[in-house]
């Protein structure tokens, strides 16, 4: 009887498994970014705060040269 050396058989490694792609709806959350929430703007104040040019000038009286 001859033997017929069978050649090595190819090791096929397992088919991987079929990622689900992601969800459009749904986009990840990243950890350093917070919720989406509606941009609010500031509540504005009744009255601007007055610039340094529109203050009234200061009182001499504060002002007091050393003795």
Same mark, same amino acid.
């Given at each position: 009887?001859?033997?017929?050396?069978?050649?090595?058989?190819?090791?096929?490694?397992?088919?991987?498994? /079929? @990622?689900? =792609? *992601? !969800?459009?709806? +749904? %986009? #990840?959350? &990243?950890? $350093?970014?917070?919720?989406?929430?509606? /941009? @609010?703007? =500031? *509540? !504005?104040?009744? +009255? %601007? #705060?007055? &610039?340094? $040019?529109?203050?009234?000038?200061?009182?001499?009286?504060?002002?007091?040269?050393?003795?």
């Amino acid at each position: 009887m001859c033997e017929i050396p069978l050649p090595p058989i190819p090791i096929i490694p397992p088919p991987r498994p /079929i @990622e689900p =792609p *992601p !969800r459009p709806m +749904e %986009p #990840p959350l &990243r950890p $350093s970014e917070p919720p989406l929430r509606p /941009i @609010e703007p =500031p *509540p !504005r104040p009744s +009255e %601007p #705060p007055p &610039r340094p $040019s529109e203050l009234p000038p200061r009182p001499e009286r504060l002002i007091e040269p050393p003795l």
